[in-house]
């Protein structure tokens, strides 16, 4: 090849990395992951001369934002951790995943709108932090979802390819997601599994539990839950009012309100769940064990394999919600 051809970046990395799609060359590009001569390049179409052995790959882990214990990005919104495959947000309490018809602010659009610029990260000390240029062009793209009013760790997409690998992910249990949940009562056993089938509702507010026998008869509309629960502690409550227990949930399967509806089946409504919970369900909650204005749920760990390096498992632990952490102080200190 004559040395003063020219051609795009893309094109001169594909011919370097011939097995390797267009796609993902591209996102390399984008992420910051290709230089020439030592100097990063992240524009795929900008035309330069043959770079022969001057272009380089980096490594993968360079594109991965060390965010430390958190970057607050929203009021409602940490992000735990970024790189050019996924992200990792701690989404607080009230705040939908994704965009909805009759709601666009949500956690997916928020990591987009960091992801464009138009927002700061607040780091531990306070000062505005922004993102660096790599990541300006990363696409924020859905993978799951946790209900409106419960917190934890969220998983994003940041690339097709990426989104594709964590579905198929979720799709074979290998994503793990451990919650803490505060219901009310007091478990009969301190660890044990619940497997149940459930039917979502026609207007898909609500999950029914369903018998085997329904369960044959209804066919796909039915599908199975499993969850793994185990009892962490117990606190009783002033007064003789009974128990609140907190619990740590292990999801096999990830149905819509899977923790939710099974928990109340299992005579452990949550504390705070105005659907399930048939004492926060009266306008005044007059029959409420305590006052709580959610369902006290939240997704604590979340563990994956990186969709770039397979065989390479990472996890993460998100903080307990403000709301959460005052009611299991409250609790431990015989307040309520």
């Not at 992951?33 to 360079?62: C, F, M, W, Y």
């Not at 204005?293 to 979340?302: F, I, S």
Request: aromatic residues 6%; charged residues 25%; glycine residues 8%.
């Amino acid at each position: 090849m004559n040395e003063t051809k020219t051609g795009p970046l893309l094109d001169w990395l594909l011919r370097k990395h011939p097995d390797t799609p267009k796609s993902r060359a591209k996102q390399w590009i984008l992420a910051g992951r290709v230089s020439v001569n030592g100097v990063v390049i992240r524009k795929p179409h900008q035309t330069i001369a043959d770079p022969g052995e001057t272009l380089e790959l980096g490594d993968r882990h360079a594109a991965t934002l060390a965010c430390g214990s958190g970057w607050r990005i929203h009021p409602r919104v940490s992000l735990l951790h970024l790189d050019s495959a996924f992200a990792i947000v701690n989404k607080g309490p009230g705040l939908i995943s994704v965009p909805a018809p009759n709601c666009s602010l949500s956690a997916l659009s928020i990591l987009a709108d960091f992801l464009s610029g138009k927002l700061k990260a607040r780091g531990p000390g306070g000062a505005g932090k922004s993102l660096p240029p790599a990541y300006r062009r990363l696409q924020p793209l859905p993978v799951h979802r946790l209900d409106q009013y419960t917190s934890g760790a969220f998983c994003i997409a940041t690339s097709p390819a990426a989104r594709h690998h964590l579905i198929e992910q979720l799709k074979a249990h290998t994503m793990k997601r451990e919650y803490v949940a505060f219901v009310e009562g007091r478990s009969s056993t301190p660890k044990g599994t619940w497997r149940q089938w459930l039917q979502l509702s026609k207007d898909e507010l609500r999950q029914h539990v369903v018998l085997d026998t329904q369960a044959r008869a209804r066919g796909s509309e039915v599908q199975e839950a499993i969850t793994h629960f185990e009892v962490i502690a117990e606190y009783p409550l002033a007064g003789g009012k009974g128990f609140i227990t907190q619990l740590r949930l292990r999801l096999e399967s990830g149905r819509k309100h899977q923790i939710r509806v099974q928990a109340a089946h299992a005579g452990l409504p949550l504390i705070g769940d105005r659907t399930y919970n048939p004492a926060y369900r009266g306008q005044d909650d007059a029959n409420a064990p305590i006052d709580f204005p959610r369902q006290a749920l939240h997704a604590e760990v979340l563990s994956l394999e990186h969709p770039d390096q397979p065989g390479s498992r990472m996890a993460w632990t998100a903080e307990l919600a403000k709301d959460l952490r005052q009611l299991e102080t409250a609790l431990r200190s015989d307040r309520l």
